[in-house]
Protein backbone atom coordinates (compact mmCIF):
# COMPACT_ATOMS: atom_id res chain seq x y z
CA UNK A 1 0.00 0.00 0.00
CA UNK A 2 1.12 3.43 -0.88
CA UNK A 3 1.87 5.62 1.99
CA UNK A 4 3.89 9.01 2.88
CA UNK A 5 5.74 9.23 6.33
CA UNK A 6 6.84 12.65 7.80
CA UNK A 7 8.39 13.51 10.83
CA UNK A 8 8.27 14.80 13.43
CA UNK A 9 4.54 15.25 13.64
CA UNK A 10 4.93 18.36 15.18
CA UNK A 11 7.62 20.71 16.52
CA UNK A 12 8.39 24.04 18.26
CA UNK A 13 11.76 26.10 17.73
CA UNK A 14 12.43 29.67 18.48
CA UNK A 15 13.33 32.12 15.72
CA UNK A 16 15.99 32.10 13.95
CA UNK A 17 16.71 28.38 14.49
CA UNK A 18 16.89 26.17 11.70
CA UNK A 19 14.54 23.26 11.03
CA UNK A 20 14.58 19.92 9.13
CA UNK A 21 11.24 18.54 8.22
CA UNK A 22 11.86 14.59 6.96
CA UNK A 23 9.18 12.58 4.53
CA UNK A 24 9.87 9.02 3.53
CA UNK A 25 7.74 7.53 1.04
CA UNK A 26 6.91 4.37 -0.52
CA UNK A 27 5.04 5.35 -3.53
CA UNK A 28 4.13 2.34 -6.71
CA UNK A 29 5.24 4.02 -9.64
CA UNK A 30 6.75 7.13 -8.19
CA UNK A 31 7.06 10.09 -10.41
CA UNK A 32 7.81 13.16 -8.05
CA UNK A 33 7.20 14.23 -4.43
CA UNK A 34 6.31 17.76 -3.56
CA UNK A 35 5.99 20.06 -0.57
CA UNK A 36 3.30 22.31 0.23
CA UNK A 37 2.82 25.06 3.43
CA UNK A 38 -0.96 25.12 5.20
CA UNK A 39 -1.69 27.86 7.32
CA UNK A 40 -5.60 29.07 7.32
CA UNK A 41 -6.69 28.23 3.77
CA UNK A 42 -5.36 25.76 1.16
CA UNK A 43 -2.02 24.42 0.84
CA UNK A 44 0.50 26.65 -0.92
CA UNK A 45 3.04 24.63 -3.40
CA UNK A 46 6.40 24.66 -2.55
CA UNK A 47 8.33 22.48 -4.51
CA UNK A 48 8.41 19.40 -6.83
CA UNK A 49 11.02 17.33 -6.42
CA UNK A 50 11.74 14.80 -9.16
CA UNK A 51 15.68 14.00 -9.75
CA UNK A 52 17.47 12.57 -6.52
CA UNK A 53 20.67 14.37 -5.03
CA UNK A 54 19.61 17.95 -6.49
CA UNK A 55 18.71 20.73 -3.90
CA UNK A 56 15.89 23.00 -4.75
CA UNK A 57 15.89 26.56 -2.93
CA UNK A 58 13.67 29.16 -2.41
CA UNK A 59 14.96 32.35 -0.07
CA UNK A 60 15.32 30.26 2.93
CA UNK A 61 13.68 27.27 2.13
CA UNK A 62 15.50 24.09 0.03
CA UNK A 63 14.69 20.61 -0.21
CA UNK A 64 16.14 17.61 -1.67
CA UNK A 65 15.20 13.75 -3.08
CA UNK A 66 16.95 10.62 -1.97
CA UNK A 67 15.71 8.00 -4.42
CA UNK A 68 17.24 5.12 -3.05
CA UNK A 69 16.61 5.69 -0.03
CA UNK A 70 12.81 7.29 -0.55
CA UNK A 71 13.09 10.26 1.24
CA UNK A 72 13.27 14.20 1.07
CA UNK A 73 13.76 16.66 3.66
CA UNK A 74 12.82 20.05 3.78
CA UNK A 75 15.27 22.21 5.18
CA UNK A 76 14.03 26.22 6.44
CA UNK A 77 17.30 28.56 7.78
CA UNK A 78 16.91 31.18 10.13
CA UNK A 79 12.82 30.35 10.78
CA UNK A 80 10.36 33.61 10.96
CA UNK A 81 7.16 33.76 13.18
CA UNK A 82 5.37 33.52 9.59
CA UNK A 83 7.12 29.92 8.64
CA UNK A 84 4.38 28.88 11.26
CA UNK A 85 2.35 26.30 9.37
CA UNK A 86 1.47 23.06 8.76
CA UNK A 87 4.25 21.62 5.90
CA UNK A 88 2.60 18.52 3.83
CA UNK A 89 4.59 16.47 1.91
CA UNK A 90 3.14 14.43 -1.03
CA UNK A 91 4.39 11.29 -3.39
CA UNK A 92 3.19 11.58 -7.09
CA UNK A 93 1.84 7.67 -8.20
CA UNK A 94 0.79 6.36 -11.01
CA UNK A 95 -0.86 7.49 -14.19
CA UNK A 96 -3.71 9.34 -12.94
CA UNK A 97 -1.29 11.39 -11.05
CA UNK A 98 -2.96 10.81 -7.84
CA UNK A 99 -1.21 12.54 -4.76
CA UNK A 100 -0.63 10.09 -1.51
CA UNK A 101 -0.41 12.72 1.46
CA UNK A 102 1.58 12.58 4.58
CA UNK A 103 -0.15 13.67 8.04
CA UNK A 104 2.33 16.95 7.96
CA UNK A 105 4.40 18.19 10.31
CA UNK A 106 3.09 21.35 12.32
CA UNK A 107 6.12 23.91 12.64
CA UNK A 108 5.60 26.15 15.73
CA UNK A 109 8.18 29.57 15.24
CA UNK A 110 8.22 31.38 18.44
CA UNK A 111 9.53 34.93 18.27
CA UNK B 1 1.81 31.71 -12.22
CA UNK B 2 -0.76 29.26 -11.62
CA UNK B 3 -4.30 29.71 -10.44
CA UNK B 4 -7.08 28.11 -9.47
CA UNK B 5 -10.04 29.79 -8.20
CA UNK B 6 -12.86 28.60 -5.22
CA UNK B 7 -15.97 29.40 -4.49
CA UNK B 8 -17.85 29.86 -2.47
CA UNK B 9 -15.34 30.31 0.15
CA UNK B 10 -17.36 29.83 2.50
CA UNK B 11 -21.00 28.33 3.21
CA UNK B 12 -23.61 27.80 5.65
CA UNK B 13 -26.64 25.48 4.47
CA UNK B 14 -29.47 23.85 6.42
CA UNK B 15 -29.55 19.83 6.14
CA UNK B 16 -31.38 18.54 3.65
CA UNK B 17 -30.08 20.84 0.66
CA UNK B 18 -27.76 20.79 -2.01
CA UNK B 19 -24.14 22.57 -2.26
CA UNK B 20 -21.97 23.62 -5.48
CA UNK B 21 -18.41 23.77 -5.07
CA UNK B 22 -16.94 25.59 -8.71
CA UNK B 23 -13.16 25.35 -8.96
CA UNK B 24 -11.59 27.20 -12.19
CA UNK B 25 -8.27 27.12 -13.49
CA UNK B 26 -7.56 31.05 -14.44
CA UNK B 27 -4.54 30.78 -16.54
CA UNK B 28 -3.57 27.19 -17.42
CA UNK B 29 -5.79 23.79 -19.03
CA UNK B 30 -6.69 21.79 -15.61
CA UNK B 31 -7.11 18.59 -17.68
CA UNK B 32 -7.20 16.62 -13.90
CA UNK B 33 -9.04 18.10 -11.37
CA UNK B 34 -8.75 16.54 -7.57
CA UNK B 35 -11.33 17.07 -4.79
CA UNK B 36 -10.17 16.98 -1.23
CA UNK B 37 -12.00 16.83 1.91
CA UNK B 38 -10.07 18.29 5.59
CA UNK B 39 -10.90 17.84 8.95
CA UNK B 40 -9.56 19.91 11.53
CA UNK B 41 -5.91 18.74 11.97
CA UNK B 42 -5.97 16.05 9.93
CA UNK B 43 -4.49 15.80 6.48
CA UNK B 44 -6.21 16.17 2.91
CA UNK B 45 -8.13 13.27 1.85
CA UNK B 46 -8.76 12.67 -1.67
CA UNK B 47 -11.70 12.13 -2.56
CA UNK B 48 -12.18 11.83 -6.07
CA UNK B 49 -10.02 13.02 -9.18
CA UNK B 50 -12.08 14.04 -12.71
CA UNK B 51 -10.85 13.98 -16.26
CA UNK B 52 -12.07 16.82 -18.20
CA UNK B 53 -14.68 14.93 -20.24
CA UNK B 54 -15.21 11.48 -18.65
CA UNK B 55 -16.15 10.31 -15.14
CA UNK B 56 -15.05 10.79 -12.01
CA UNK B 57 -13.03 8.70 -9.93
CA UNK B 58 -14.23 7.86 -6.70
CA UNK B 59 -11.84 6.91 -3.60
CA UNK B 60 -12.99 3.95 -1.59
CA UNK B 61 -15.81 5.20 0.97
CA UNK B 62 -16.54 7.93 -0.94
CA UNK B 63 -20.31 7.83 -2.08
CA UNK B 64 -20.11 9.17 -5.83
CA UNK B 65 -24.09 9.63 -5.80
CA UNK B 66 -23.50 12.13 -2.65
CA UNK B 67 -20.94 13.87 -3.77
CA UNK B 68 -21.22 14.88 -7.64
CA UNK B 69 -18.55 15.90 -9.61
CA UNK B 70 -18.45 17.48 -13.20
CA UNK B 71 -15.73 18.80 -14.79
CA UNK B 72 -17.62 19.65 -18.30
CA UNK B 73 -14.23 21.81 -19.63
CA UNK B 74 -10.59 22.05 -19.34
CA UNK B 75 -11.27 24.98 -16.70
CA UNK B 76 -13.97 24.29 -14.92
CA UNK B 77 -15.03 21.59 -12.34
CA UNK B 78 -17.77 21.66 -10.01
CA UNK B 79 -18.27 19.36 -6.71
CA UNK B 80 -22.24 19.43 -5.76
CA UNK B 81 -22.72 18.05 -2.11
CA UNK B 82 -26.75 16.12 -2.38
CA UNK B 83 -28.74 16.05 0.74
CA UNK B 84 -26.27 17.64 3.27
CA UNK B 85 -25.73 16.73 6.74
CA UNK B 86 -23.88 18.58 9.69
CA UNK B 87 -21.30 15.17 8.99
CA UNK B 88 -20.64 16.85 5.78
CA UNK B 89 -19.16 19.98 7.42
CA UNK B 90 -15.80 19.95 6.43
CA UNK B 91 -12.89 21.77 4.14
CA UNK B 92 -13.79 21.11 1.06
CA UNK B 93 -10.40 21.88 -1.32
CA UNK B 94 -10.21 21.55 -5.40
CA UNK B 95 -6.55 21.22 -6.95
CA UNK B 96 -5.49 21.14 -10.52
CA UNK B 97 -2.89 19.60 -12.64
CA UNK B 98 -1.55 21.79 -15.35
CA UNK B 99 -2.01 19.64 -18.67
CA UNK B 100 1.23 21.46 -19.39
CA UNK B 101 3.21 19.81 -15.85
CA UNK B 102 4.85 22.92 -15.43
CA UNK B 103 3.10 24.16 -12.33
CA UNK B 104 2.81 21.16 -10.44
CA UNK B 105 -0.65 20.93 -8.71
CA UNK B 106 -2.45 24.33 -8.00
CA UNK B 107 -4.76 24.62 -4.98
CA UNK B 108 -7.91 26.33 -4.94
CA UNK B 109 -7.95 28.56 -1.79
CA UNK B 110 -11.00 26.43 0.08
CA UNK B 111 -14.69 26.05 0.71
CA UNK B 112 -15.50 25.90 4.15
CA UNK B 113 -18.90 24.08 4.35
CA UNK B 114 -21.08 24.22 7.18
CA UNK B 115 -24.13 22.32 7.70
CA UNK B 116 -26.93 23.03 9.90
Known amino acids: EDKVVQSPLSLVVHEGDTVTLNCSYEVTNFRSLLWYKQEKKAPTFLFMLTSSGIEKKS ?8 KKELFSILNITATQTGDSAVYLCAGNAGNNRKLIWGLGTSLGVNP | ?14 SGTSVKIECRSLDFQATTMFWYRQFPKQSLMLMATSNEGSKATYEQGVEKDKFL ?4 SLT ?3 LTVTSAHPEDSSFYIC ?3 DSGGRHGYTFGSGTRLTVV
Open chain 1, 59 to 66: GRLSSILD
Open chain 2, 95 to 97: SAR
Open chain 2, 69 to 72: INHA
Open chain 2, 1 to 14: GAVVSQHPSWVICK
Open chain 2, 76 to 78: LST
